[in-house]
């Protein structure tokens, strides 16, 4: 049996997975944090889950109750990732987020993580392919730099949202910036990678 943090830490990460998945929540703190207000729970650290324990019961909830459709739509946002990558393969793209670690949703982006000299070059590529988007900005790190905002550029596949976001192409991009999840590097995948997941389901 569980103590009474420990299940309240548990069902935290429950709910917390259900907001993030079900209803395309993308911030693991505001989801956290709505969770704990929806079960009474204490917003001490004793009783908030990490980042690392609401992303796997998000898989637990895939496999629980999605098992047999959730495959299916992974499989299309990774065909999604694959004709991005090849669209943009002069900016060396690479995936990462819910479709790279299993978990995409009906509410999930395609994130690519792109370098270019500016974000203008990318955003001029998209106009002359008459392909409309939406600009935006996220927040990242690399390595002990302080955090800095670049560029998001949002459009649609089929009904997919992609999300590229736009870093330097400079040394910065050898490494991947810091994950707000996990509090390492981010994990990415570059096009041969993507294939061999394709491959392997």
Known sequence: MRNTTEELRHLVAEEAARLIYEEGMRDYRLAKLRAAEQLGASLQAASQPSN????????NRIQLF??????VLLRQHRLVALEAMDFLSQYNPYLTGAALEGTSSPHSAVTLFLSADSAE??????EDQHIPFQT??????????????????????????VELMIFPH??????APISPITGKATRRAERK???TLLDQA
């Open 66 to 71: 999605d098992a047999a459709t959730q495959p």
């Open 136 to 161: 935006h900005e996220r927040r990242a790190r690399f390595g002990s730099r302080k955090p800095e905002y670049y560029p998001l550029l949002r459009f649609y596949v089929d009904d997919v949202e």
């Open 52 to 59: 690392e324990e609401v992303e796997a019961a998000i898989h």
């Open 121 to 126: 070059e990318v955003m001029f590529y998209l």
């Open 170 to 175: 400079d040394d910065r991009f050898a490494s």
């Open 193 to 195: 990678k993507v294939i």
